[in-house]
């Protein structure tokens, strides 16, 4: 079982020729909407991948089809609180030709999400991963860290959108996975430019995690683990890219899923790289993400 903690949203998307100046108007040439939020992407990018996943989060009144929806993509729902008097979660997704994109979330029931919405038993046997995002307030985000070390289940944190971390929780966590702006955002610092400045910045500073894992886009993923002074760097495979919305989901949700099944971290990582990359070369955040049998194939693009 993955138990996934995190915000449900609707996502606006709007595919844009190139997106948006400071007090400009565009036309959008394409409007989807979809079921959204880094919670909701990673419990479905788990579940196509094989895993059991239940879903903690809260909805509004007006989830119903989301929920549906959900429970169609096999994740448990039954810790989902529909909370009356809130709308759920909606993202404003701009997107344009590169597939580059600017998003605006408003976070609705999702800030709602209380500790006392947790499960007690978050892990119920050892070695159960419990993955978590930034996109919850951040007391339940350190309690469902602390509760899930605590139970002896393996701790995923996307520390997504960023905010500084509380260092107690942040020893808690088995694996963190930022992106390029999390990590410097996490430090400090900068954001590394290239590879190498990111493989530098990992190789210098002393995160508590157990392993960090940033993502690099197009240029994959970098591992750096506690016990060890190297960094790996895993690249992606070359796709035709047209829409990265989701890409970060999909791969914590195969990242999830692989450690759940006791895969190795770097061999893990490696199927998340794969996983994310493929959930590239179509639209939306939850379309593209691919199911098991397009990863167990051994040629991919
Ligand atoms: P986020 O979407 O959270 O900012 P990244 O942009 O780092 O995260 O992307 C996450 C993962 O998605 C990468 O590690 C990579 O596997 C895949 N990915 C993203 N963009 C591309 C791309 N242009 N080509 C191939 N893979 C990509």
């Given at each position: 079982l993955v138990t996934v903690v995190g915000s449900v949203n609707r996502d606006l998307v709007l595919t844009v020729p190139a997106l948006p100046g400071r007090g400009e108007t565009v036309l959008a040439r394409h409007f989807t909407e979809g079921i959204g939020g880094k919670g909701a992407n990673q419990a479905v990018a788990a579940a196509r991948l094989g895993s059991r996943v239940r879903l903690v989060a809260r909805v509004g009144a007006d989830a119903a089809a989301i929920l549906d929806a959900l429970a169609v993509e096999g994740v448990d729902i039954g810790a989902v609180s529909p909370d009356e008097r809130a709308t759920t979660g909606i993202a404003a997704v701009v997107v344009d030709e590169r597939g580059e994109n600017t998003i605006v979330v408003n976070l609705g029931a999702n800030a709602g999400l209380a500790v006392q919405d947790l499960p007690s038993r978050l892990v119920r046997s050892p070695g159960e991963v419990v993955l978590v995002q930034n996109e919850i307030p951040p007391d339940v985000v350190e309690q469902a860290v602390l509760r899930a070390r605590e139970q002896g289940g393996v701790v995923v944190l996307n520390p997504a959108p960023a905010r500084p971390a509380d260092t107690r929780a942040l020893a808690a966590v088995d694996v963190l996975v930022p992106n390029l702006g999390e990590l410097a955002a996490l430090l400090g610092t900068d954001r590394p430019a290239t590879v190498e400045d990111a493989r530098a910045?990992?190789?210098?500073?002393?995160?508590?995690?157990?392993?960090?894992?940033?993502?690099?886009?197009?240029?994959?993923?970098?591992?750096?683990?506690?016990?060890?002074?190297?960094?790996?760097?895993?690249?992606?495979?070359?796709?035709?890219?047209?829409?990265?919305?989701?890409?970060?989901?999909?791969?914590?949700?195969?990242?999830?899923?692989?450690?759940?099944?006791?895969?190795?971290?770097?061999?893990?990582?490696?199927?998340?790289?794969?996983?994310?990359?493929?959930?590239?070369?179509?639209?939306?955040?939850?379309?593209?993400?691919?199911?098991?049998?397009?990863?167990?194939?051994?040629?991919?693009?």
């Amino acid at each position: 079982l993955v138990t996934v903690v995190g915000s449900v949203n609707r996502d606006l998307v709007l595919t844009v020729p190139a997106l948006p100046g400071r007090g400009e108007t565009v036309l959008a040439r394409h409007f989807t909407e979809g079921i959204g939020g880094k919670g909701a992407n990673q419990a479905v990018a788990a579940a196509r991948l094989g895993s059991r996943v239940r879903l903690v989060a809260r909805v509004g009144a007006d989830a119903a089809a989301i929920l549906d929806a959900l429970a169609v993509e096999g994740v448990d729902i039954g810790a989902v609180s529909p909370d009356e008097r809130a709308t759920t979660g909606i993202a404003a997704v701009v997107v344009d030709e590169r597939g580059e994109n600017t998003i605006v979330v408003n976070l609705g029931a999702n800030a709602g999400l209380a500790v006392q919405d947790l499960p007690s038993r978050l892990v119920r046997s050892p070695g159960e991963v419990v993955l978590v995002q930034n996109e919850i307030p951040p007391d339940v985000v350190e309690q469902a860290v602390l509760r899930a070390r605590e139970q002896g289940g393996v701790v995923v944190l996307n520390p997504a959108p960023a905010r500084p971390a509380d260092t107690r929780a942040l020893a808690a966590v088995d694996v963190l996975v930022p992106n390029l702006g999390e990590l410097a955002a996490l430090l400090g610092t900068d954001r590394p430019a290239t590879v190498e400045d990111a493989r530098a910045l990992l190789g210098r500073v002393a995160l508590p995690c157990r392993a960090v894992v940033v993502t690099l886009g197009a240029d994959g993923a970098v591992l750096k683990e506690a016990d060890s002074a190297t960094t790996t760097h895993i690249p992606a495979p070359v796709v035709d890219a047209v829409d990265t919305v989701g890409a970060g989901d999909t791969f914590c949700g195969a990242l999830a899923d692989a450690l759940g099944r006791g895969t190795g971290l770097r061999s893990a990582v490696r199927r998340a790289v794969r996983a994310a990359s493929l959930a590239t070369t179509g639209f939306g955040a939850q379309t593209a993400m691919p199911y098991a049998a397009q990863l167990d194939v051994p040629a991919l693009p």
